[in-house]
T-cell receptor, first 112, second 113 residues
């Protein structure tokens, strides 16, 4: 079966712009989580959605937001981009609570 | 919040030897702990999950132990191969429920011929 699909794979944006990243989870998985990975901070949790509701939220500013659709696909949005937002953004889906997470290939965002 | 420590220094070992990676955590004791492998530029790949009532778990050449008294998990790769070279991450769940994971910084393993 198809894995977690993230689009686009690469993005270059200018400071102040906004960006939307997309994630299609594995079929049947209703939990979708987003993470930011940088060399300095490692993997940091952004938020989790389950059945279109945000279930958990990390310690990121309000410029970072997300949503989940009825088909479990999820998007995350970053507004007013800053240079420090340059990172690999990873999406993970899970079948149930307390089970393994399946990660996508990530979206590499570069802010210039 | 949970703090997770993994050996930040890279681990270099010879092919055929056993690699042992350490994950130490503070604060609350998690119901389970997970290990992931990550290759450069790719998303982490799940390897093993061990629950608090399990002392040890094995999968092929992989073995994980979980000591809730020491607040430590050890991850072993036996008969290591160059293809095992990657960064290995341990992850703990959020005590509030859901699928939020807190990851360690990872240990980079390099298996040399």
């Amino acid at each position: 079966k198809a894995g977690v699909t993230q689009t686009p794979r690469y993005l270059i944006k200018t400071r102040g712009q906004q960006v939307t990243l997309s994630c299609s989870p594995i079929s049947g998985h209703r939990s979708v989580s987003w993470y930011q990975q940088t060399p300095g901070q490692g993997l940091q949790f952004l938020f989790e959605y389950f059945s279109e509701t945000q279930r958990n939220k990390g310690n990121f500013p309000g410029r970072f937001s997300g949503r989940q659709f009825s088909n479990s696909r999820s998007e995350m949005n970053v507004s007013t981009l800053e240079l420090g937002d340059s990172a690999l953004y990873l999406c993970a889906s899970s079948l149930a609570v307390d089970t393994e997470a399946f990660f996508g290939q990530g979206t590499r965002l570069t802010v210039v | 919040s949970q703090k997770i420590e993994q050996n930040s220094e890279a681990l270099n070992i010879q092919e055929g030897k056993t690699a042992t990676l350490t994950c130490n955590y503070t604060n609350y004791s998690p119901a389970y702990l997970q290990w992931y492998r990550q290759d450069p530029g790719r998303g982490p790949v799940f390897l093993l999950l061990i629950r608090e009532n399990e002392k040890e778990k094995r999968k092929e050449r992989l073995k994980v132990t979980f000591d809730t008294t020491l607040k430590q998990s050890l991850f072993h790769i036996t008969a290591s191969q160059p293809a095992d070279s990657a960064t290995y991450l341990c992850a703990l769940p959020n005590p509030g429920g859901g699928n939020k994971l807190t990851f360690g910084t990872g240990t980079q393993l390099k298996v040399e011929l």
